[in-house]
């Protein structure tokens, strides 16, 4: 079974730039999610969807950062304008019911 | 909200010694789970506990949940290099909130 994919993998990006993410989950999963991980720290929600309505996105900075789901697959997650505190990695995840949630590799977002 | 906290933070222990790390969390949570990260890597999913008294065992690895207490803990017996990680907790209220994780070095 194939797990979640994420690109790119690795960006290098100038403060005041955009970027985006592309995840697409495992196949059949409804839930899918956008973590922030900055280093040191434990994963933060930035949005989680079921299909592809939005479940939360509370913590997600909404003046600078935009996620959409289309057709309940794939999702993107943009970050315009990006600022030097937007370096983490970024992860995309995915579930089937709720119960184990399967994370990709990562995308991991330098802002210089 | 839903607060999670670990402890401790960073811990390093010796090969073939036993220790449990701790995870707190704030409020009702549906379910409970356990991830390892190793360096530059994504995150594997170690226990999903679902319910008050539940303990799960893989290997050297056992987790337990009281609801009750708001606690969960993850034991290591007999620890080996390979279990060298960062461990992750997480309560899920509608939204899964992470730990700030616990970074374990076993050494030799």
């Known amino acids: 079974e194939a797990g979640v994919a994420q690109s790119p993998r690795y960006k290098i990006i100038e403060k005041r730039q955009s970027v985006a993410f592309w995840c697409n989950p495992i196949s059949g999963h409804a839930t899918l999610y956008w973590y922030q991980q900055i280093l040191g720290q434990g994963p933060k929600l930035l949005i989680q969807f079921q299909n592809n309505g939005v479940v939360d996105d509370s913590q997600l900075p909404k003046d600078r950062f935009s996620a959409e789901r289309l057709k309940g697959v794939d999702s993107t997650l943009k970050i315009q304008p990006a600022k030097l505190e937007d370096s983490a990695v970024y992860l995309c995840?995915?579930?089937?019911?709720?119960?184990?949630?399967?994370f990709g590799e990562g995308s991991w977002l330098t802002v210089v | 909200e839903l607060k999670v906290e670990q402890n401790p933070l960073f811990l390093s222990m010796q090969e073939g010694k036993n220790y449990t790390i701790y995870c707190n969390y704030s409020t009702t949570s549906d379910r409970l789970y356990w991830y390892r990260q190793d360096p530059g890597k994504s995150l594997e999913s170690l226990f999903v506990?679902?319910?008050?008294?539940a303990v799960k065992q893989e290997g050297r690895l056992m987790a337990s949940l009281d609801t009750k207490a708001r606690l969960s803990t993850l034991h290591i017996t007999a620890a080996v290099h390979d279990l060298s990680a960062t461990y992750f907790c997480a309560g899920d209220n509608n939204d899964m909130r992470f730990g700030a994780g616990t970074r374990l070095t076993v050494k030799p």
């Open positions: 995840a995915s579930s089937l019911g709720g119960n184990t949630i399967y």
């Open positions: 506990l679902l319910s008050n008294g």
